[in-house]
Structures are given as C-alpha cells and as structure tokens.
C-alpha cells in the first residue's frame, strides 16, 4: 500500500478546528462539574446528616443526570460543529457520528473525508476526559452519600 502526499497531508485547520470545539466541550463540563460539586455535594451531605436517605439518593441521582446531558451537551456540540463547517453535510448523520466517536464506541461508519479525520481522535479524546473526570465526580457524590464508607 502506498500513501500520496495529496491524501495524507496534516490538516492545521482540522487540528484548530478540534482544539476550539474540545476547549468549549471542557468548558461545557468544567461549569457542570462545577455546579454538581457545589449544589449537590453539599446538599447530599446535609440530608445524610439528617437521615434523609430517599432525598439524598434523589439529588445523587439528579447530580448523575445533569453530569449525563453535560455529555450529551458536548456530544451536539461536537455534530453542529461537523454539520456547520459542512464536514457532514447531514445533520442526523453529523450528531449520529459525534455520538460514536465521542462516546468511542465506534458503530457507524466514518462519513468524514480523509482531510478531516483527526477530528475523530480530538473528539474520542474529548469523550475520554470527560467521561473520566464525570466518574471522579460521581465518586465524590457517592463519598457524600455513603460518608461512612470512606
């Protein structure tokens, strides 16, 4: 197999275009995580302390929620950016793909051309992250939760 230089030439704007959208996905994440960490934590605690168990396992789970569309947040992101720059000229399929490689599950096919597919890694990194740094907070909810686990 050979490569042509025509195909297979670094493409900067991919490369700018990636780091802007992932900066804003961490920023979508940062002020979630933030709120999250801020409303919830606290929150969970006081209703531990006054043995409101049912309370405190709903605003848990209301923390999880918001830290799942903070996700699906960045997921739209991630396809109005493919869609917008007419990387994928279909929308559905713009959101479908971004959901695939965000997620990095990896189900459909790769619809973008050859010039921009170093936006598939920038997003499956993005993914990564912040699924990561959302199971950070939940364990910090779930030491909240169960304060006589830690």
Known sequence: MTFTATNYVFNFEALILG???IVLCLMV????????????KPAIGRLVMKKKSILAQLVFFAGILTLL???????????????????INNLHQAMVFAGSTY?????????????WQLLTVIMAA???FCFGWSTAVMFILSQA????EN
Do not use: E, N, R
């Open 29 to 40: 994440q940062a002020l979630v995580v933030m709120f999250v960490t801020l409303k919830c």
């Open 19 to 21: 780091c802007f959208t």
């Open 103 to 115: 997620t990095t599950v990896g189900f459909v096919t790769d619809p973008i051309g050859i010039q």
């Open 145 to 148: 939760l169960f304060p006589s």
């Open 126 to 128: 993005t993914g990564l």
């Open 69 to 87: 569309l903070s996700h699906l947040t960045q997921i739209y992101i991630w396809g109005q950016t493919l869609y917008f720059f007419d990387i």
